[in-house]
């Protein structure tokens, strides 16, 4: 594959996350000045988000780039379901055990749908499932054809980290606070992608991530969070517990959760590589 190949097809690969998450709003807005209700338009815009950046996707691979993804297999691996969802529970069970404080936003009932209905099927599946189709899917793929695998795991990971400090006036502490987490949490997705030869995996872990992090049920921050059912108001100001301007998923202890995810994906491909070997030579 040539270069200016892998680059534009990685450019428009990102384009077409950007157009189909607007789009999705768009017609969302259209169907709720008919009068249908804002939360059942959540859905409806994360339902049209995934389906329409996958059929995007596959034209863009097929027609333009006139190459197979194979890491677009849909393969669900049970391993995966488990990391899925005891990483963001084990890491916001650690944040509970800090001091702080529970605090009510005081939503009714309409408001509480609307908020879970965008944090769980949006931002939670749709973002997750989109995102790694992008990063993880055609990107990783066209880096790693065209350079080696390890390129194929870090350059996604940079880029997936960078596109989180667009239209954020963050300070410097913050801005490398992301990279750095954004970053990890983008090599630990590139590992599970890899091992599993699906980004469906990846995609899984990613969404129940956004789900249980940052869906709108409870949120976790240095203060009340007005788009969240309830806040577990830290009392903690360290920029390395509360993850600064960004938030908890660039703390610390998120990190820390990333790396260790990363290493047991890495463990993981080293022990199946050994194993092809090993049959191979029998």
Known sequence: MKTNKAIIGSIAAIFVLVFSQIGAQLV???FHLTGIRIGICNIIAGIIYIVLSYFLL???????????IRI??????VKWMIVAIALPVIVKGIF??????????????????????????????AAGLV?????????????????????????????????HLIGMNFSATSCILVLAAGTMVGMMF??????????????????IWNIIIIGGGLG???KANEYAVMTYVLDSKSFAITGG???????????????????????????KTKNSLNNLCD
């Not at 596959?58 to 197979?68: G, H, I, P, Q």
């Not at 189709?133 to 066209?142: D, K, N, T, Y």
């Not at 880096?143 to 880029?159: D, G, H, M, T």
């Open 190 to 207: 590139s590992m599970i992608a890899m091992e599993s030869d699906s980004v469906w995996n990846s995609g899984i872990v990613h969404s």
């Open 58 to 68: 596959n034209v863009l691979v097929s027609k333009f780039l006139k190459t197979d």
């Open 131 to 163: 995102e790694e189709m992008v990063f993880r899917g055609v990107i990783m793929s066209l880096i790693r054809e065209r350079w080696n695998k390890e390129a194929a795991i870090l350059v996604p990971s940079v880029l997936f980290a960078s596109v």
């Open 28 to 30: 969302a807005s259209v």
């Open 245 to 271: 301007e960004f938030g908890i998923e660039a703390s610390v202890i998120a990190l820390i959760g990333y790396i260790v995810v990363t290493l047991v994906a890495f463990i993981m491909i080293k022990r």
């Open 96 to 125: 509970l055990l800090l001091p702080g404080e529970f605090v009510s936003s005081g939503m009714d009932k309409n408001q509480i749908f609307t908020t879970l209905s965008a944090g769980i099927v949006f931002t939670g599946i």
């Open 220 to 222: 976790i921050s240095e």
């Open 72 to 77: 677009f297999r849909i393969s669900v691996n």
